[in-house]
């Protein structure tokens, strides 16, 4: 069998080191008697209706402790880190948190909203190199506030009927960014409301920015941003010719990536394994009427198969929280082997990939064949790493990439913009 765990590894970089004094130095001495009355668990989740993996992994874990129950306060993915914001400031009985980004996470962290895990990872041994290296990246100055339970990459995924219908052979493992360029023209055919193109990407910051850092040499935290200009000069120029849907017919559409691939509007599309729990669903359903699969995203020039970029989920603990040690003993579960078979089984990919889960995830019901070799990285880079900075930041790739896109500044100009303002940020 397949080593996952070699073939998954990242390449872990040091964490950066910041000044956290939220748990710092605390240490967990005993585990409360918490299991002798009962305990309901609140948790804040994006999504929850459509993830029956966290049913799932609730359901099982108060099979195994019957006093302790779930309350889940589902949120739209949209509204999710407002709406976290605003109920933890109103000081809201909330005990586990899922964090749905990195800057989250950070801004969690950094004000004290959530628990150091850290003394209870080394109380009960948790072995962190069951996570590939994810959670070295989730680690700020030797304490972590959160272990993941999912830990996704962006693939690209592609319609093969459509291919099959235009005679152009399917995306490869081995393909850069210049190839599906060539491939988005091949793709592109129609007009107006027949109209296929060969691409999309989501108007997210990320689905150009990551293009750049996927081989490891940059990340997108940076005091230099030319390294991205090649990347946007390809993506507008696609977009110019029509081999890719507009920024702007995105944006002031409303329109997602689920409905404009479910409908056949497009050929390829660059996303992340989030998307798979939507296909399946789908096509399982019987509501898909072609076939799909996926294979590594694109590379640079100068890079290779399996460079990725990736988006780790961890699990925290309220630092308010009545029900700590109950709570950590769920995140416990959720980020063991048996909690990564329950997200596996449900679609979605998890932070421990071991033959086993891989197996459960890769051969479930409605999965395309032979599309395993997707999964096999090189290394991974996170779409924003943490930082002190980190939600700042976020804030300024997102809008100077919004600029670029809709041609407010030009690449230059817009990059140029981006190197001054983070400089600025990170000098603060």
Request: aromatic share 8%; net charge positive.
């Given at each position: 069998m397949r080593n996952w765990k070699k073939r998954l590894g990242v390449c872990v970089t040091a964490s950066m080191a910041v000044g956290l004094m939220a748990g710092y130095g605390m240490t967990v001495s005993a585990q409360e008697d918490w299991e002798s009355e009962p305990v309901v668990l609140t948790a804040t989740i994006v999504d929850y209706a459509t993830c029956g993996y966290f049913k799932d992994a609730m359901d099982k874990f108060t099979e195994m402790h019957p006093n302790v129950t779930f309350e889940p306060i589902d949120i739209l993915n949209s509204d999710y880190i407002e709406k976290v914001t605003t109920m933890l400031a109103g000081g809201e009985d909330i005990d586990l948190i899922y964090s749905k980004n990195n800057q989250q996470y950070m801004t969690l962290a950094s004000n004290g909203q959530v628990e150091n895990l850290m003394p209870y990872v080394e109380r009960d041994n948790v072995d962190l190199s069951i996570y590939d290296g994810a959670a070295e990246k989730l680690t700020l100055n030797g304490e972590i506030y959160g272990l993941p339970f999912r830990n996704d990459l962006w693939l690209l995924y592609y319609n093969k009927t459509l291919f099959d219908k235009a005679g152009v052979d399917y995306p490869t493992d081995d393909m850069t960014w210049d190839d599906w360029a060539v491939m988005c023209e091949k793709m592109t055919s129609g007009e107006g409301v027949d109209k296929i193109y060969g691409g999309y990407l989501q108007n997210w910051p990320a689905s150009v920015q990551n293009m750049t850092i996927c081989d490891g040499k940059h990340t997108t935290i940076e005091t230099d941003y030319s390294f991205m200009k090649d990347a946007y000069e390809r993506v507008l120029d696609l977009q110019d010719k029509g081999y890719i849907m507009d920024y702007s017919t995105i944006s002031t559409g409303n329109l997602h990536y689920t409905g404009c691939f479910f409908n056949q509007q497009i050929a390829t599309v660059y996303q992340g394994t989030w998307f798979n729990t939507y296909l399946l669903e789908q096509s399982n359903a019987g509501e898909l009427d072609f076939e799909w699969s996926m294979v590594k995203a694109p590379h640079t020039a100068d890079g290779?198969?399996?460079?990725?970029?990736?988006?780790?989920?961890?699990?925290?603990?309220?630092?308010?929280?009545?029900?700590?040690?109950?709570?950590?003993?769920?995140?416990?579960?959720?980020?063991?082997?048996?909690?990564?078979?329950?997200?596996?089984?449900?679609?979605?990919?998890?932070?421990?990939?071991?033959d086993e889960i891989m197996d459960i995830y890769i051969h479930q019901e409605g999965f395309p064949e032979d599309c395993d070799s997707a999964f096999e990285v090189n290394q991974i880079s996170f779409e924003v790493p943490v930082h002190e900075k980190s939600g700042t930041i976020g804030t300024i790739l997102n809008e100077e990439n919004s600029l670029i896109m809709t041609k407010s500044l030009s690449v230059d100009e817009g990059l140029q913009e981006l190197t001054d303002r983070v400089n600025e940020a990170l000098n603060e």
């Open positions: 290779q198969s399996g460079d990725a970029v990736g988006a780790a989920f961890p699990m925290c603990v309220n630092s308010k929280s009545k029900n700590k040690e109950a709570a950590w003993q769920f995140v416990k579960f959720l980020t063991s082997e048996e909690g990564a078979k329950i997200i596996a089984a449900n679609g979605a990919l998890p932070a421990v990939r071991t």
